[in-house]
């Protein structure tokens, strides 16, 4: 008797949707559950109403929280889940992703958020047709992990520039001319008000009055590749940094880089670190993979963790 090809062990894909992402429609979710169906496999889907119920519900999904109700009998005939998928954008993404890290399983993203900031640093193409094939070919590779205290990201953090570009942009739709990101930049900067920081990145320490202060994993942070150089997992972040907020010429900055063209060097420097602190920043605004958090501390303490996300791309 011929043997038989053993038969392909069901993946059981657990899908966090964000209903609220800017451009989620039923439509395109169906087209991931038909294809994770037609692969032979198996999905639950959970769509929570708020972000805190979403980092909730992924860790039910792992088993690391209880569930306050019976658990669906669907969820666990379908088995343990194998793999998270975050249906949003970068918030989305970075809840799951903590889920993920926690459970040590890999994460998909099917990014219908407005940025997809961290999809977009790991991936040449970000449509849903391309996530669908990933997710389903399953091939992962390691990012780092950055802390903030108990708050964890994936992309990158930044105060001053990105928070206010991200709000700015939050009332317009992305334009694919670099002119028009010079432009933009231009009307967030006036927004900053700066202040002299002190600044340690490992062991060397200094005093900097900067208009951007950014602290990347990956490249992208609000749609542009201000850390082109990032290195997904070598342990450190690239911090970018501009020495004198009178002398920068921001336009010019942020179209040779949605260009890919920047070279640092003069006005914006990039460094290299696993420790990062900075003070004063009591009232900043900080943005975290997207999401937008006054800081109530005067230091700002982030530090390069040892374990690392799995991300499917």
Not at 58 to 79: D, N, Y
Not at 107 to 118: A, E, H, L, M, S
Request: proline residues 4%.
């Amino acid at each position: 008797m011929r043997k038989g090809q053993p038969r392909k062990k069901s993946q059981h894909y657990c899908l966090l949707v964000n209903r609220q992402a800017v451009n989620y429609n039923s439509d395109i979710i169906k087209k991931l559950t038909t294809a994770i169906r037609n692969h032979g496999d198996n999905y639950t889907i959970f769509e929570p109403e708020t972000a805190f119920k979403l980092l909730n519900t992924s860790l039910k999904a792992i088993g690391a929280k209880k569930w306050h109700r019976e658990v669906p009998k669907a969820f666990l005939q379908r088995g343990k889940v194998t793999t998270l998928v975050a249906c949003g954008g970068d918030g989305t993404v970075n809840l799951v992703a903590r889920a993920g890290l926690k459970a040590n399983l890999p994460v998909g993203i099917f990014p219908i958020g407005k940025f997809n900031n961290i999809a977009r640093s790991l991936n040449k193409e970000i449509t849903t047709d391309s996530a669908v094939q990933n997710i389903l070919k399953g091939t992962y590779k390691k990012i780092d992990t950055g802390a903030i205290g108990e708050q964890l990201f994936f992309g990158s953090a930044a105060i001053r520039f990105i928070p206010e570009m991200q709000k700015l942009l939050a009332k317009e739709s992305l334009s694919r001319f670099a002119f028009r990101w010079g432009q933009n930049a231009k009307k967030a900067v006036t927004t900053i008000k700066t202040e002299p920081l002190i600044v340690k990145i490992d062991a060397f320490r200094f005093e900097v009055n900067p208009t951007v202060l950014n602290i990347n994993l990956l490249s992208n942070s609000v749609g542009i590749p201000i850390s082109p150089t990032s290195i997904p997992d070598d342990g450190q972040a690239e911090i970018i940094i501009d020495f004198d907020s009178n002398k920068i010429n921001i336009n010019q900055f942020i179209r040779q880089l949605y260009k890919e063209k920047y070279i640092f060097a003069n006005e914006f420097k990039l460094f290299r670190g696993k420790k990062i602190s900075i003070q004063p920043v009591k009232g900043e605004i900080l943005y975290l993979d997207g999401e937008l958090i006054v800081l109530p501390n005067e230091v700002l303490d982030i530090e390069i963790i040892d374990k690392q996300l799995k991300v499917i791309c």
